[in-house]
Each structure stands twice: as structure tokens, then as C-alpha cells.
């Protein structure tokens, strides 16, 4: 059981939706699986709750975080990652856990615009700051063009790894435009705004790893978007 | 992970007096910390966030530069100021991990990596004297590629010294070869740790990585006057392309007087607990002409007394043929 278990929503903006309602009713019986933990030996969650008896138990706290432009008031264990808030309690699954190590990208959302690794970020730390996932940069009917691209260049395959590389392109593109560098820039000598090349891609996407290997075709999306040249 | 109590501090008063409690931790990326929690390895009772406390900033300053201890590892590499002056820098940073956690890491946070020793970030082995001092080294005689050639201490497995651990960064070692300076503050005030003796080597305390104190918060790093902006390279070489650590990597940076160097600095990472900066290399590149002779030679006294394991022998010869390949391309000023 992961700390996000020990999580539950308070003051939900607007639970208007089935749907709401139900992440709700899930929270709420989430909190609840953490006290019987303790003594449900055998079951998943022990070590957590062994963890915090043995130092005092977890810290709890109110934050409130803005997610795709709207505020969403929680109670959270300080544990927490940011992405285990996204899919666990806020039902925002679109971002990936693929190696909870910042090794893979698949958690990777824009936090006030700049790519990170949700999976690294406690979820107390995004206080203040904007937060972009997947399911903020386009709606079936109204993709993005980062999203588009994707589909057009048919830019992965099974699809897990596909939200954060998305969201990884959406702020590379942030990023060519401002005339960020990239090792890549330095070994071609084109530190005074660099010519997006498809060495340039594959540095600046090394941080999102396909284990089906659509590499081709993202390379393909990317250079669509940023203008580059093969 | 265990719990922690969480404070987001406004001011580096705030942060030091909020540090105090034993077993605090100061946040700043959390990029290899919270990492380090998640496995058991790091332990904080408190996190102390120092994101917010107005160190984020990088300036001219004393004919130098100085740089924020929360400025992120982007933003730092792509500074004007930065890329113009100091692109051993940029280069080095641009090197490091990926762009999501270079958005994350902090120029302090860099400074304080741990190492990335599998047996030292893995608790299911029981021997490491970096984790628990007095339990072995588990690398010794184990998978040693990614370790140590100088400056380890190597009294057997089973010791409880032993440790070939290396720091994992690449700003770090470029900031061996700029001369950098460390400010931290505490409680008792602030100091300034010349870069060289802000990390450590292993010695008989291989579970300290550097020579900060308890409750002491780094503040800046200053970096005094650019000698090297024309002609500088870094060059990191690794089992992928990108997005890896290094097995060797070379910070070189030369000062030149047409065809000679008039002086230079000179660092190697992934080589030993701290990037291996050399005197006797750099002084004897100063004076000299800038060709393969000069640089082999500067490359056999930077790896001097060099002693390599089972699976890293290789490090001791590929760190010489970069240290001249990096020398090589830093003297025909491709920055220029």
C-alpha cells in the first residue's frame, strides 16, 4: 500500500459528477483501510503502518494544490508523492507510474509550465505553483497539437509511456522557443539557438523512455512541432 | 518511506533555525533525496523545503558570478551570463540526467548528490560502510564498474573503512576545474569552503560525503572571474548517450596565449569520491604548447597512483585518452 492511501480529499470544489462523487466515496474508504491496516497483518499497508508507529506516525496536511486550473483542497499525508495524489485520489490517471524512480518519464507533468517528474515531487512542495497533467492540455474532439502530432505520427504504441512524453513535448516546445540549449547544442557548436535536429530531439527527449521503442515515430511528432529538420 | 514533518521555510533564518532538529533535512529538488527515502536509505524526521527562501537568483558579482543555492540546474545552464562565461558550466549541467530533473534540481542539491553505488543505494545489502559505518563494502569485491581509481580507501570487503564509492555529478566537476566557492551559514554564522575541500574522500569516515557541519545550509556557490570562456570542453562518457552517469567524464577549461596555455583547470568525474582535480596536472599544462604531448603528459600525472577492480580497470586508461580528447577540443576554442 502506498502513502497515498492515508489520503482523503476535504472540501472538494464542486462535486457536481457521478463521477466526483464516486472519487469522493473512494477517498473516504481509502482513509478508512489505513486504520484496520495495523492489524490486518499480511495484508499490504503493514509496513507503512509499522514505518509510522515506529516514528511517531505520519504527518498529516491540508494543502491545496491548483490542477489543471482548478483548486483542489487536500488532506495529505507529507509522504505523498504528487503523482500518487494525481492517480490515487484525484482519480487523474492519465500520468504513469512506470519506475517511481525519475528513471522513466511516464510521470511527467508541467509543473508552472516545466516538465518534472511527478513521481520525485512531494505533493506538499507544489503549493502555489500550476499544475498541468495530461488530462489539461486536451479533451477528445479537442486535442492539443502536441496531442495531434502524437496521433498523426502515430507516435507510440501501447500507450503507457505516451501521457508523459505529451507533456515532456509541450514544454520542449516552451523550451526551443525560449533558446534553451541542450548538451546537443554544445557538441554541434550551436549554442546561439540551436537548429532542431533529430540529435537535438533525442537528447531532449532522453528523459522519456518507450520500452516499445516508438521512438521513430515521437521523433517524427517532435520535429513535426518544433519546425526541425532531420 | 518514513513520516516527516514538512516546513516550507521564507527566509535561510527561517530554514537554519527550522533545520535545527536532529535528523532535519533541507529540500530542495528532492530529486535524488526523496528518491534515497523512498528505498529506506535516507531517513529524515523533517523536511525543511529551502525553494522559497530568495536564493534563486544568479549574479555578477566580484569580477565573478554568483549563484543561488535554489537556482534549478536549467535555469543555471541556460543564464546568459552562464552559457557566456562560464559554458564548461552549462555544458556540464546539460550533461546531467534529464531535462524533467534538471527542472527539479538545485545547484545546492547538486553539490550534496550521493552517490550512486548500487550496494550503497540498495539496503537489501547489508554491507556498506557509506549506509553503516563499520558493515563492509559490498563493491569491492562485487559489480565495481561505476567505481572508484583514486583516492578510495581499500583495507578489504569485510573492513569497516573500506569505500570506492564516486560522486555521481557532472556540475561538480566542472566546478573543480572553475575554482568555485561554497557559502553556507548556521546558527554560528557563515563561512566560505573553497570547492576542493568541500567534499571529501572516503578516508576512515566514508559514511561523509563533505565537509558541511550540522545545521550549516549552503547559500551560494561563487565562481571567481572567467579565465576559460573561449576555450573549455566537457566531455562525459557513459554506457548510453544520454541520460546516464558518467563512468569518466572531464571538465577542462584553458587559458590561452595564441598556440599556448597560460594556465588551466583541470577535473575528472565518476573517478573517485570527489572529482579528482589534479595541481600537478594544471601546472604542468601552464607554460606549454597546446598539443598531444603536453596533454598526455598533464592526462599520466592526473591519473597518477591510479588503482583500478575487477570490472572498472578500464576507467584508468579512458579517463587519460578523454583527458587529452577534452584538452584537444578545448584548445581549438569550438566555444569561441
Known amino acids: 500500500m502506498s502513502p497515498c492511501t492515508e489520503i482523503e480529499e476535504i472540501e472538494p470544489e464542486e462535486i457536481s459528477s457521478p463521477l466526483e462523487k464516486e472519487i469522493s466515496r473512494r477517498s473516504f474508504l481509502a482513509a478508512s483501510s489505513v486504520i484496520s491496516a495495523g492489524i490486518a497483518v499480511g495484508l499490504p499497508g503493514t509496513l507503512i503502518a509499522e514505518d509510522a508507529h515506529v516514528a511517531g506516525g505520519p504527518h498529516m496536511m491540508d494543502v491545496t494544490l491548483s490542477i489543471n486550473n482548478q483548486a483542489r483542497h487536500v488532506s495529505i499525508d507529507t509522504r505523498t508523492t504528487l503523482l500518487d495524489l494525481l492517480r490515487e485520489n484525484l482519480d487523474l490517471t492519465g500520468s504513469k507510474k512506470g519506475c517511481d524512480h525519475g528513471q522513466c518519464g511516464a510521470c511527467t507533468v508541467l509543473v508552472d509550465g516545466r516538465r518534472v517528474n511527478s513521481c520525485l515531487t512531494l505533493a506538499v512542495t507544489a503549493q502555489g505553483a500550476e499544475i498541468t497533467t495530461i488530462e489539461g492540455l486536451g479533451a477528445p474532439g479537442s486535442l492539443s497539437a502536441v496531442q495531434a502530432a502524437f496521433l498523426e505520427h502515430d507516435g507510440f504504441q501501447c500507450g503507457y509511456c505516451t501521457p508523459g512524453q505529451i507533456c515532456s513535448t509541450t514544454a520542449l516546445i516552451e523550451e526551443v522557443k525560449r533558446g534553451e540549449l541542450s548538451a546537443v547544442s554544445f557538441e554541434t557548436g550551436s549554442t546561439a539557438g540551436p537548429a532542431i535536429t533529430d540529435h537535438e530531439i533525442k537528447e531532449r527527449m532522453s528523459g522519456n523512455v518507450c520500452r516499445c521503442g516508438a521512438y521513430p515515430n515521437i521523433v517524427a511528432a517532435v520535429r513535426m512541432l518544433t519546425g526541425g529538420v532531420a | ?336
Open chain 2, 1 to 336: 518511506m518514513n513520516p516527516f514533518s514538512y516546513k516550507r521555510a521564507s527566509t535561510p533564518d527561517a530554514a537554519i533555525h527550522a533545520g535545527m532538529p536532529h535528523g532535519a533535512k533541507f529540500l530542495g529538488g528532492g530529486t535524488n533525496l526523496v528518491d534515497l527515502m523512498k528505498d529506506g536509505v535516507e531517513r529524515p524526521t523533517a523536511l525543511v523545503d529551502v525553494n522559497h527562501i530568495g536564493l534563486d537568483r544568479v549574479e555578477a558579482a566580484d569580477g565573478g558570478v554568483r549563484i543561488g543555492a535554489s537556482v534549478k540546474n536549467s535555469d543555471l545552464a541556460n543564464h546568459p551570463l552562464i552559457v557566456r562565461d562560464y559554458p564548461l558550466l552549462s555544458q556540464a549541467l546539460l550533461n546531467g540526467a534529464s531535462a524533467q530533473l534538471r527542472n527539479m534540481a538545485t545547484t545546492a542539491g547538486n553539490l550534496l548528490q550521493r552517490t550512486r553505488c548500487y550496494y550503497f543505494m540498495d539496503t537489501a545489502f547489508p554491507a556498506c560502510n557509506k549506509r553503516e559505518p563499520g558493515s563492509g563494502c559490498a563493491a569491492i569485491k562485487g559489480f565495481n564498474r561505476i567505481h572508484a581509481v583514486l583516492g578510495q580507501t581499500d583495507e578489504g570487503a569485510a573492513s569497516g573503512l573500506t569505500c570506492i564509492a564516486t560522486n555521481p555529478s557532472d556540475m561538480n566537476v566542472a566546478l573543480y576545474a572553475l575554482g568555485a566557492t561554497v557559502e553556507v551559514q548556521s546558527a554560528k554564522g557563515k563561512r566560505s569552503i573553497p570547492i576542493g575541500e568541500f567534499h571529501r574522500l572516503p578516508g576512515t569516515t566514508p559514511e561523509m560525503d563533505t565537509n558541511l557541519r550540522p545545521g550549516e545550509l549552503i547559500t551560494a556557490v561563487t565562481l571567481p572571474a572567467a579565465r576559460f570562456a573561449k576555450n573549455s570542453w566537457y566531455l562525459k562518457v557513459r554506457d548510453r548517450q544520454s541520460y546516464a552517469f558518467a563512468l569518466v567524464s572531464v571538465a577542462a577549461g584553458l587559458e590561452m596565449d595564441g598556440d599556448t596555455i597560460k594556465s588551466a583547470g583541470l577535473a575528472i568525474g565518476g573517478v573517485a569520491h570527489k572529482p579528482w582535480h589534479s595541481a600537478d596536472a594544471e601546472h604542468a599544462l601552464a607554460g606549454r604548447p597546446a598539443n598531444a604531448e603536453t596533454f598526455r603528459k598533464a592526462a599520466e600525472l592526473a591519473m597518477a597512483g591510479a588503482k583500478g577492480y575487477e570490472h572498472n580497470n578500464f576507467k584508468i586508461e579512458l579517463a587519460k585518452q578523454n583527458i587529452v580528447r577534452a584538452l584537444t577540443v578545448a584548445a581549438k576554442g569550438v566555444q569561441a
